[in-house]
């Protein structure tokens, strides 16, 4: 019983840490090549869920949605890879409550539509920029895993700066 209970706490107090740290100390550019990994290995659509740090889980929405707030370029690619046509209507629709969303419109990242949809072109062109400038591995990111955004908005974006 006393282990169970050392170990609980440990695991708790490690948590903890590991995740204060995080949001204190965000890096943009080591969390951006997080992003382009999970990327390698996953579907487009997997970074617009939510993340959960216990579950191993990364993606745009991890850290409380920092990438919103931290890189005009990861909100762009979010708002281009993340819509309603590429991750579904309820996934979407999550996607548009999400802190990433929050921060990236409250910073003048994202703009949304009167209808409360994510305005893509203007975000095509957010992502265009950053991509063409490499901020934040913006290049990386859409250039590297160029075949995977197939039939999706990012595809418009990386065949005109790939």
Excluded: W
């Amino acid at each position: 019983m006393k282990k169970n209970k050392f170990l609980a706490l440990t695991f708790s107090t490690m948590a903890t840490v590991v995740l204060a740290s995080q949001a204190n100390a965000f890096d943009v550019n080591a969390s951006a090549l997080k992003l382009i990994n999970t990327l390698g290995q996953k579907d487009p659509a997997t970074l617009c869920r939510k993340g959960d740090a216990f579950k191993r889980i990364f993606s745009l929405r991890s850290f409380e949605g920092e990438f919103g707030s931290k890189s005009r370029t990861l909100a762009n690619f979010g708002g281009v890879n993340c819509t309603r046509g590429t991750i579904g209507d309820a996934a979407y629709e999550e996607f548009l409550k999400s802190s990433f969303v929050k921060k990236a419109v409250s910073k003048g990242y994202l703009t949304l539509q009167a209808d409360g949809d994510i305005d893509v072109e203007a975000a095509q062109a957010g992502l265009e920029e950053g991509v063409r400038k490499n901020l934040d591995k913006g290049k990386e990111l859409v250039c590297k895993h160029k075949e995977k955004f197939a039939n999706t908005p990012v595809a418009k974006v990386a065949d005109k700066v790939c």
